[in-house]
Nanobody, 127 residues
């Protein structure tokens, strides 16, 4: 079993930055591929970013490329989503997700590929 706890959300103005954190427990962190998803009010959950278990490979949805950076610190069992140049359309609840993987370099883009989820952290960007 894997437990995920997100933190770092808040209310910011357009153009500001936030760093989300997701700390895990219960399974060897280095065996986990991780993802960030987000759900805006009235919309379906969407993929935002993914990282492989070794941290070498990342992938971003087009709308966040160049603004968001996904990283991991295996010593702290934590992943981070650095979000710069925030826009009002980034407003959403951000969820951290994890799955156990055998291959170091793989990442995953679909929500159904992740069996473990956190409860989410709210990010609100005002214009």
């Amino acid at each position: 079993q894997v437990q995920l706890v997100e933190s770092g959300g808040g209310l910011v103005q357009a153009g500001d930055s936030l760093r989300l954190s997701c700390t895990t427990s219960g399974r060897a962190f280095s065996s986990l591929a991780m993802g960030w998803f987000r759900q805006a009010p009235g919309k379906e959950r969407e993929f935002a970013a993914a990282i492989s278990r070794n941290g070498d490979n990342t992938y971003y949805t087009d709308s966040v490329k160049g603004r968001f950076t996904f990283s991991r610190d295996n010593a702290k069992n934590t992943v981070y989503l650095q979000m710069n140049s925030l826009r009002p359309e980034d407003t959403a609840v951000y969820y951290c997700a994890a799955r156990l993987v055998l291959t170091s370099g793989n990442y995953f883009l679909k929500g159904e590929e992740y069996p473990y989820w956190g409860l989410g952290t709210q990010v609100t960007v005002s214009s």
